[in-house]
């Protein structure tokens, strides 16, 4: 078998939802995108630095130099009986110092852009093998209502209250972010900010084909 054979063969598809006219059809998707390769690697190294960055780590422990107290020495060092102790913000009492605790620090670091960009290609592409990928040609709500956003999907029966949806869109549209912002299990991000993170977190993918255009675009430089 050719290498033109294999790889029309292996192409990957992706149902086509037509909201105005209630129809659907399946397609072929972009090749130079979608080639069926899923580095589970890239994956993880994107959704752990997207996490990690995340992070605000401002947690702060005085030590024995920060908690107040005196200097002066509680007793004398012998004859006493006790325990000899240097100072009352010794670390072992009550209200003393810590030791080795959590100070401030940037937890953030980068990336090389084709590790990112491989990640969400991945990412993208276990959808799609797995059928978890949905395509729409537009969507247009008349007006910022919820019960209008769902209408317009309930004859395809995709909401699932068991799964999580992300819709990716190309631009801020209002009526679109107000319909969606009260549905729990129904994420709304746009093309030029979706990452790894968000298309992993969620069990199902919807992107319209104006929002594809702009991942593919991404994808591809």
């Known amino acids: 078998m050719s290498k033109v054979e294999t790889s029309e063969k292996e192409r ?21 995108v979608f080639n069926g390769r899923v580095s589970k690697g890239s994956i993880y190294r994107a959704i752990h630095q997207h996490l990690a960055n995340r992070r605000q780590g401002d947690v702060c422990t005085k030590t024995r130099a920060e908690v107040s107290g005196s200097g002066r020495k509680p007793w004398r060092q012998k004859g006493t009986g006790r325990a000899r102790v240097g100072s009352i913000r010794t670390p072992l009492w009550y209200h003393g110092g810590i030791v080795f605790g959590p100070k401030p620090r940037e937890f953030n670091y980068s990336l090389p852009k084709k590790i990112k960009r491989l990640a969400l290609q ?18 247009v709500l008349p007006e910022a209502k919820t019960s ?13 209250k068991k799964e999580k949806i992300l819709l990716i869109i190309d631009a801020p549209n209002e009526n679109v972010i107000r319909a969606t912002r009260n549905i729990p299990y129904i994420g709304l991000t ?5 990452n790894t ?10 992107i319209t084909l104006d929002a594809l255009k702009i991942i593919s675009k991404r994808l591809s430089l």
Do not use: T, W
């Open 197 to 206: 993170y968000d298309v992993m977190s969620f069990d199902k993918v919807i």
């Open 190 to 194: 746009f093309a030029n900010q979706v």
């Open 122 to 139: 991945s990412a993208l592409n276990d959808k799609a093998i797995n059928k978890n990928l949905i395509l729409i040609d537009n969507l």
């Open 148 to 160: 209008a956003f769902i209408k317009l999907f309930q004859v395809h029966n995709i909401f699932d």
């Open 12 to 32: 990957l598809k992706a149902p086509l939802l037509n909201l105005l006219h209630k129809g659907s059809e399946e397609i072929e998707l972009d090749a130079k």
